[in-house]
């Protein structure tokens, strides 16, 4: 049973700082290509940054230059390196990975505030 789960979410201030991070399990996922997606409230889902298996990286226009996404094969983990944080950027906070056949693996969010 695949299973992803976020941790690292929290209250910031706007310039701040923080890094979630993505453990998978009942999976390797060093194979797959991963990636985090957030939810702003009132708002669809959206692409944040995706990395494949081999480590080529993606990044929404919003994003780039300030977030950093990355992944320890070895813990069969993912993270995301978030700087220069906005209030905009204030959502749910989604790991993804993308599986054979369309088929994709969500963990259930991490909330990042960024408020002062």
């Known amino acids: 049973q695949v299973q992803l789960v976020e941790s690292g979410g929290g209250l910031v201030q706007p310039g701040g700082s923080l890094r979630l991070s993505c453990a998978a399990s009942g999976i390797d996922s060093r194979r797959y290509t991963m990636g985090w997606y957030r939810q702003a409230p009132g708002k669809q889902r959206e692409l944040v940054t995706t990395?494949?298996?081999?480590?080529?990286?993606n990044y929404a226009d919003s994003v780039k230059g300030r977030f950093t996404i990355s992944r320890d094969n070895d813990k069969n983990t993912m993270y995301l390196q978030m700087d220069s944080l906005k209030p905009e950027d204030t959502a749910v906070y989604y790991c993804?990975?993308?599986?054979?056949?369309?088929?994709?693996?969500w963990g259930k969010g991490t909330l990042v505030t960024v408020s002062s």
């Open positions: 993804n990975l993308a599986f054979w056949g369309g088929i994709n693996y």
């Open positions: 990395i494949t298996g081999g480590t080529s990286t």
